[in-house]
């Protein structure tokens, strides 16, 4: 007896309804006399109702309509047959996705993020100098965390002043001598005692004992 696996069949359109309603709409479809055709596809929709209305619980709005629907699909849209609402097709029933607007237009300093720039950015029309000061100060300490995670290590405070007023584009006021006694907290307290930066710390120094045993040689 010769094996038949599903794996090696005609995949099913609509696994709900089964192989053997499967084969049916195949049957169906090859059938050369219209009226006959007309009748088997009404015969065919009545026991796909019975099949979903033993599944589902309530009343579905144009459930019959729907039952027709599902028949083109089962037929992979290649019925024809006269059906009492408009015949669908592949692109009405399963129209292809919208395509989705990214946001255009790259970042220069890509470590720190695009939304460190529009926080800048967003200041220019702030006439308050003190809050100006005190986000460019906090927006200066994330830099500081993004720029270690970036590159392993903390940049000078002027770097990241200059950083600050390229992404300004505009006079921005910043209070430099506070943000040039940023400390580097984020190493000692966050990252710095990680299991991550601990385990990238011990490589490197492995790789450096064994460039010293390669040249002692």
């Known amino acids: 007896m010769k094996n038949n696996y599903n794996i090696e069949r005609e995949k099913l359109h609509l696994p709900e309804y089964g192989r053997h309603i499967q084969d049916m709409v195949d049957e169906l479809c090859a059938i050369e006399n219209r009226e006959e055709r007309n009748l088997r596809a009404q015969a065919l929709v009545a026991i796909m109702s ?7 619980s309530g009343e579905v709005a144009d459930f019959e309509r729907k039952m027709w ?5 089962i037929s992979d ?13 592949e692109a009405t029933i399963m129209p292809p996705p919208a395509r989705m607007s990214y946001p255009t237009g790259g970042i220069a ?9 529009n926080i800048i950015r967003s200041l220019e029309k702030h006439r308050d100098k003190e809050l100006v000061e005190a986000v460019v100060y906090n927006v200066a300490r994330y830099m500081r965390t993004k720029s270690f995670e970036y590159n392993q290590e903390h ?25 040039t006694m940023i400390k580097n907290e984020y190493r000692l307290n966050g990252l710095g005692n990680s299991k991550r930066f601990q385990r990238v710390k011990k490589n490197t120094k492995n790789q450096k004992n064994l460039r010293k045993i390669g040249h002692s040689k």
């Open 50 to 56: 019975n099949i979903q209305r033993c599944s589902i």
């Open 69 to 73: 629907d599902h028949l083109f699909i």
């Open 77 to 89: 849209f290649r019925l024809d047959v006269d059906s009492p609402y408009p015949k669908p097709t």
């Open 109 to 117: 300093m890509k470590h720190y993020g695009r939304n460190v720039r």
């Open 155 to 179: 940049p000078d405070n002027g770097v990241i002043i200059r950083d600050i007023r390229r992404m300004a584009e505009f006079d921005i006021p910043v209070d430099e001598e506070a943000v």
